[in-house]
Nanobody, 129 residues
């Protein structure tokens, strides 16, 4: 029943910033942990960041630590991914996903795709000069 839609992707130069948004409908995000994933051509979908149900915990994969920040506003039913200091290797389609299992709910370690149940359609991020 939960539907997710990502937005905010685009073309940016190395060192630039983008802010991605994930909007939910059908059900409230309150019940779900949220993960951000990305997939580059020819590669598997990888976990980037997650945020726990109440937003108390966040976790990031090593390659984006210190550059990306995930946050949520349950009142607005949205989750954001602020991306700073972008690099060419960040180029990928970015997806948000929701899950009700223990790992998505608590978010102690970076997300794994097998842990999430609902997915958005993705938004393209291209980092190039």
């Amino acid at each position: 029943q939960l539907q997710l839609v990502e937005s905010g992707g685009g073309l940016v130069q190395p060192g630039g910033s983008l802010r991605l948004s994930c909007a939910a409908s059908g059900l409230l995000m309150t019940y779900y942990g949220i993960g951000w994933f990305r997939q580059a051509p020819g590669k598997e979908r990888e976990g980037v960041a997650c945020i726990s149900v109440q937003g108390r915990n966040t976790a990031y994969t090593d390659s984006v630590k210190g550059r990306f920040t995930v946050s949520r506003d349950n009142a607005k039913n949205t989750v954001t991914l602020q991306m700073d200091g972008l690099r060419p290797e960040d180029t990928a389609v970015y997806y948000c996903a929701a899950g009700r299992g223990a790992y998505p709910a608590i978010c102690r370690v970076p997300p794994r795709k097998e842990q999430y149940d609902y997915w958005g359609q993705g938004t393209q991020v291209t980092v190039s000069s």
